[in-house]
């Protein structure tokens, strides 16, 4: 690449370019990271079951459609996924976690994910799972509350908003992937830093306030998914 001082529409038309390359870049990653196993160093294997069961829960996969993609990244950002962990694993990253403290994790014994999370009763402490629903709605929880999500991000976020759950401290497993696709842009971010500055001066953030805490066991089904 050339830095070319041209117009606005021209910088933005190069930016939008590398934008481009970037989230592709990324979403390879983030599928590999699920579905690669151990192979040669230059041609890892993949595993027909881990494509199988990431199909489930970020497809379909349509032709022209970039939506498998986009809603494997979105979902590998946030730190409550923690991937293939097992229930033991969820058990002990939330062991010391305050009440409503969650994980989402794949399920260990089918398709689809299951949601992890601190109860606390007056009875006592008790870490519980639970199936996330999915159809071709959306997704959803087994309780009495009828609301369908359209992506499991916009279902967790409903609930952390419901205060039934609350933000977790955890690791995001998939960090790395993010800060490697960032420093494969080498010296062009370094080239472009003022055009970038200018477009990043652009954006905002905003905060939403939160809702009414609920239990989540609420309606639950008691039947727990491991």
Same mark, same amino acid.
């Given at each position: 690449?050339?830095?070319?001082?041209?117009?606005?529409?021209?910088?933005?038309?190069?930016?939008?370019?590398?934008?481009?390359?970037?989230?592709?870049?990324?979403?390879?990653?983030?599928?590999?990271?699920?579905?690669?196993?151990?192979?040669?160093?230059?041609?890892?294997?993949?595993?027909?079951?881990?494509?199988?069961?990431?199909?489930?829960?970020?497809?379909?996969?349509?032709?022209?459609?970039?939506?498998?993609?986009?809603?494997?990244?979105? &979902?590998?950002?946030?730190?409550?996924?923690?991937?293939?962990?097992?229930?033991?694993?969820?058990?002990?990253?939330?062991?010391?976690?305050?009440?409503?403290?969650?994980?989402?994790?794949?399920?260990?014994?089918?398709?689809?994910?299951?949601?992890?999370?601190?109860?606390?009763?007056?009875?006592?402490?008790?870490?519980?799972?639970?199936?996330?629903?999915?159809?071709?709605?959306?997704?959803?929880?087994?309780?009495?509350?009828?609301?369908?999500?359209?992506?499991?991000?916009?279902?967790?976020?409903?609930? &952390?908003?419901?205060?039934?759950?609350?933000?977790?401290?955890?690791?995001?497993?998939?960090?790395?992937?993010?800060?490697?696709?960032?420093?494969?842009?080498?010296?062009?971010?370094?080239?472009?830093?003022?055009?970038?500055?200018? &477009?990043?001066?652009?954006?905002?953030?905003?905060?939403?306030?939160?809702?009414?805490?609920?239990?989540?066991?609420?309606?639950?089904?008691?039947?727990?998914?491991?």
């Amino acid at each position: 690449w050339s830095r070319s001082r041209g117009s606005t529409p021209d910088v933005m038309n190069v930016v939008n370019q590398e934008m481009a390359r970037r989230s592709l870049l990324q979403a390879q990653r983030c599928l590999e990271a699920l579905i690669a196993t151990a192979g040669s160093v230059t041609t890892p294997s993949v595993c027909i079951e881990e494509f199988g069961r990431v199909c489930s829960l970020f497809g379909p996969i349509l032709v022209g459609s970039s939506n498998f993609l986009r809603n494997l990244v979105e &979902v590998l950002r946030c730190n409550w996924f923690q991937g293939p962990i097992s229930g033991a694993d969820a058990l002990r990253l939330l062991k010391d976690k305050p009440p409503n403290s969650f994980l989402v994790r794949f399920s260990g014994s089918t398709s689809g994910c299951t949601l992890s999370w601190v109860n606390q009763t007056q009875s006592g402490r008790k870490i519980l799972h639970v199936r996330v629903k999915q159809s071709s709605a959306g997704f959803s929880l087994p309780t009495e509350d009828p609301s369908v999500y359209p992506s499991l991000p916009a279902l967790i976020n409903a609930l &952390v908003m419901q205060e039934k759950l609350r933000p977790t401290s955890l690791t995001n497993p998939y960090e790395h992937l993010f800060r490697e696709t960032l420093a494969d842009m080498g010296s062009y971010a370094h080239e472009f830093s003022d055009d970038w500055a200018v &477009v990043g001066n652009s954006l905002s953030q905003s905060e939403s306030p939160p809702g009414k805490r609920q239990r989540l066991t609420d309606g639950l089904d008691m039947a727990s998914s491991r």
